[in-house]
């Protein structure tokens, strides 16, 4: 071959970019990884430079509006339009090579984003996952119960170590095969929201693994979960584009599946509750867009700085039946109107158990006060949370929640 010939071939071969071969991958992970990461980067040649076509809306969510569309070449996508796409596209895209390097990339589908005035901005795209594929809430259930015993343990898996929030059954798309295209993992890896869904994948819900049949991880999935446990903090980083927190989290939650078993570390996220508690405000989980000021040991809500919402929430604890004491310290420099309400949030029946609204009155400008709320936790599975909704009348503060 002439040396031009030779150029001309390694040229097309660059362009035509075939897919990395993994006849021989030197080991599973590896190999997963840089097909995951040849996908992405292939999605986003597909849709940069290119205005999308037949863009469909398909729903106009309260944390998204999503629209089906797709590329000049024909490729079928999904575009979301959500608050943080560059986020939204990296903790799905966490989660895609995570899956790949088990060997479950089909499981998920590649992300990126792209920024045009058609889509009004930035916004996330993804792959569309086919006509084949419903919804799993819309999806007739009888698809569902055809998910495969394999299928769910590898997501209850991805799921624990990505700590997903908002795995319900609306979040996956499910075909009359059962197969499986999870999406959605806006709420994961810390980024925290108001509800707290146990995976769907997890024992004892609805698309659960028999922990029965579970005695060891498949041999795949042990070893990701150990590669995840050893790594240093900066190579997790790299791996899987996180941020130092995102890190951290997926490392401690590969640590758990190690020294207790993949059901064991399920079981012990939601950790049995116990009195007598002490939860300083700052350790509590805090809307992370809402404008809350976390200082020192308190959370603080400031008007026209901070959003109404929970100022704190959380931390979802089992609860033995019984009376309890939950006494709230809260302060307020200039007190005004309704100033807040006090609540225990069952995340299991999703009940307030209890509730009282504070207004004004019960406060003095500057002043620490402690503020007592008893509930009565009935029998049964609960998770429970000790909520503060702010109204934004006046500026708030929260430093302990006690449980006695
Ligand atoms: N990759 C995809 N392929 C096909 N359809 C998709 C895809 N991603 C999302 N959808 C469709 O869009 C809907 C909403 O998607 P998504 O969950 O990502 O947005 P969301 O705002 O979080 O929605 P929700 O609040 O309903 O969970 C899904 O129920 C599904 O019908
Ligand atoms: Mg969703």
């Known amino acids: 071959m002439t040396r031009v010939r030779l150029l001309a071939a390694l040229l097309l071969t660059t362009l035509a970019a075939p897919a990395p071969s993994l006849a021989r991958p030197k080991d599973l992970a590896q190999a997963g990884h840089i097909r995951a990461r040849w996908e992405v980067r292939q999605l986003r040649r597909a849709v940069r430079n290119t205005a999308l076509q037949d863009l469909q809306a398909i729903k106009n969510g309260c944390t998204a509006s999503v629209l089906a569309g797709r590329t000049a070449q024909g490729r079928a996508v999904v575009v979301r339009k959500v608050a943080d796409p560059e986020c939204a596209s990296r903790l799905h895209n966490a989660f895609f090579i995570l899956a790949h390097q088990i060997g479950a990339g089909d499981l998920v589908l590649p992300a990126t984003t792209v920024s045009s005035g058609q889509l009004g901005g930035t916004a996330m795209v993804t792959a569309h996952a086919g006509s084949a594929f419903q919804p799993g809430n819309r999806a007739p259930a009888d698809w569902l119960t055809r998910v495969a015993e394999e299928v769910r343990i590898k997501a209850a898996l991805l799921d624990l170590l990505t700590a997903q929030q908002d795995r319900i059954s609306k979040n996956l798309m499910v075909s009359a095969r059962g197969e499986v295209r999870l999406i959605d993992h806006d709420f994961s890896l810390g980024h925290v929201h108001e509800w707290n869904h146990p995976s769907l994948f997890f024992p004892g819900r609805k698309l659960g693994y028999d922990p029965a049949s579970l005695h060891d991880l498949p041999g795949p999935l042990r070893q990701l979960t150990t590669a995840i446990a050893t790594a240093d903090t900066a190579e997790l980083m790299r791996r899987y584009g996180l941020d130092r927190a995102e890190a951290r989290l997926m490392r401690a939650r590969a640590q758990d599946v190690q020294r207790l078993g993949l059901t064991g570390a399920i079981s012990?996220?939601?950790?049995?509750?116990?009195?007598?508690?002490?939860?300083?405000?700052?350790?509590?989980?805090?809307?992370?867009?809402?404008?809350?000021?976390?200082?020192?040991?308190?959370?603080?809500?400031?008007?026209?700085?901070?959003?109404?919402?929970?100022?704190?929430?959380?931390?979802?604890?089992?609860?033995?039946?019984?009376?309890?004491?939950?006494?709230?310290?809260?302060?307020?420099?200039t007190p005004a109107g309704r100033m807040a309400t006090l609540e225990v949030n069952d995340a299991v029946s999703r009940r307030v158990l209890a509730s009282r609204t504070l207004s004004a009155a019960d406060f003095a400008a500057g002043q620490w006060r402690e503020f007592e709320l008893p509930v009565d936790v009935p029998a049964g599975d609960n998770a429970l949370e000790f909520r503060v909704a702010w109204h934004g009348s006046a500026d708030l503060e929260v430093a302990k929640i006690r449980v006695r």
């Open 268 to 333: 012990a996220l939601r950790s049995t509750g116990q009195r007598p508690l002490l939860l300083l405000a700052s350790a509590m989980s805090v809307h992370s867009r809402a404008g809350y000021l976390r200082t020192g040991d308190t959370v603080k809500a400031i008007p026209g700085q901070s959003q109404p919402n929970h100022l704190v929430f959380g931390p979802y604890l089992r609860y033995a039946p019984g009376r309890y004491s939950i006494r709230f310290e809260l302060r307020s420099a």
